[in-house]
DNA sequence: TTTATTTGGGCAAACGTTGGCACAAGTCGT
DNA sequence: ACGACTTGTGCCAACGTTTGCCCAAATAAA
């Protein structure tokens, strides 16, 4: 349904004018005498004229629009990304299409045929636990579609890429649990196909090193579905707690982890943070409440939005395809509270 | 940027046929022989034709693309809202386009009549706090636009509206409040303008009054941008807590409320429940951790969202406009935790 | 056999914009 | 006074679909 409005034809017509004079006028390119343009543009005011923007996409061959391909909304550092999607794009006048993968590659394939179906001009992607193949992002790439990864980011392509700085956060919070006397640190981890996942594990490796700590295989453990399925947290800290000899604090990987594994060391009560110390990445925003106060790395989400839409519109509105692509990294925020806080220290 | 993809009219060469047969024979529809609808198929899926749906859109008056209004969508309740719309909306090849309004009338309206030069085929709104003058959601609605309201409703407009039980989740919430034995309770809650605020309101004072308690309006503190910006809900607690005679518990109207009020409560230093009981509308999903842990009524954010969305798919394609319209209430739950029962009880 | 009806398919206009090209009138230099 | 520009505007095709209308052939009815 077509709310009527006032077209280009129309102010034609009623001012006798050719089509393409009024369209000139309207977009003040081209020579047109400034008579002629003030009359077309007053016209135009009166009659609330809008450029009918899905004619113009035919034409133009661009949308004004740009797709997101993310596992999951309500998901709060997600929420906050796209929050700052959103904004970047409504002051840009564009248009912004979610959908959510729900860590599934097949549906994050069929999202992005749909989004591009749908002619969007870009793509701004964070890639699901299960996507090892990424020939259904190259392809598109390789005709000239621009896309900005964030997040769960790839090097497959040659594109620019918006993270926090993952492996830095997971450095910074392991070196406090090791600063704060914990010895046997645990890291409860997505799927190791995603970024994100590598990264952090890295920082969490790194500081153990350097603290001349082993790096403890089985202390590592892979939520295949970064924590969607209840189960695998669950299944993932009861192996970890059946140890014969069982870590004293836990790293975790993502919001998702750090709730699910703090609430099961509270369901089976544990003494957190004499029995076990938790820490985790999570934007969630009142940690504070938690009892114990929970110690959280934080990442920029809504800047990291921000960013990526920027540098996605940046690609879309350039002419030339860029030649450098950056990867930009936002450092992580690191809140200590008292589920680290060994009673003692 | 265009993918190069084929067109009707390069099967229509390629096959010499013409266009509207191809077009005809991809749509099964009129009279075409089994024969041709079959070669046009087979050349069609061999091809990857795919229509494109922005000329579809010229053509057709409609866009498969629907808007959402809301305020801010890091909230979880809306969070969850939008992930019921996406998935209805994915099912039915519909396109979501969410706009947020930050509270702000301003941006409500911006955002409106974007969304409607984008020709999208219906609006799902939940008004914003300031938003009291609706006429522009009322002349859109004159001119056929399809729009369904959701969480923050009007009866201004005929339309359908979907809800959570707002009246019955605060009256279950503060019966509960009255049996365990608060007498002195206190209703923050958002700005009158908007449903959700009238319902709670009524639902509250209605459990009070069936319990022969007064209505304290100095109880009731409004906070007219629902909690957005901190410093309203610290006044508004500065104030209760500087009465006479002080509430001895509190409810809260909303997500954003509910864990502000608690995080001041527990900043302050009040002990929780015993000086200050606290409760509140939140769709947190583990508000056990918290410290007390925290009673919440929870609304069906994620049936919500489908709901509505349905409802509007369905006003989108009927044909004639529907005569009655309805309102769906969705039941909430009210989880008591710790934060309202008294240590003797 | 003629006429009416069905079946299958083509033509072209339309949706609202845009932009290359053409062209008339005015301006300037020589 | 005559060509060479410049300026302002109009014409028309194109973007990819859809659809009303028309028409040819085949079939059925008379």
Redesign the interface.
Known sequence: ????SITIKDIAKALNLSYSTVSRALKDSYKISEETRRIVQEYADIHQY??????Q??KN???R?IGVVLC???N?FF??V??GI??VA?NN?Y??????SQESYEREMK?VQ?L????V?GLLVSLSTESEDLSHFSK?HE????IVFFDRVTDQLATHRVVADNRGGAYECTRHLIDSGYRKIAHITSSPHISITRERREGYEQALQEAGLAINETYIKYCMHGGMLPEEIGKAMDELLLLPDPPDALLCASDRLT?GC??IL?KKGLKIPDQMAIAGFSNF??P?????SLTTIRQPAYEIGKTATELLLEL?ESKRPPTEFTKKIFPTELFIRDSTRKAGS
């Open positions: 349904m077509r709310l009527d809008r450029p009918n923007l899905i004619a996409s035919l061959k661009h949308s629009s999951n909304i309500p709060v929420a906050e796209i929050s959103e904004s409504y006048d248009l912004v299409i979610i959908t959510q999202n749909n591009t179906w749908r002619s001009d598109l005709q000239g579609l621009p709730m703090y609430s509270r925003n009142s504070e409440l938690f009892c114990p879309i």
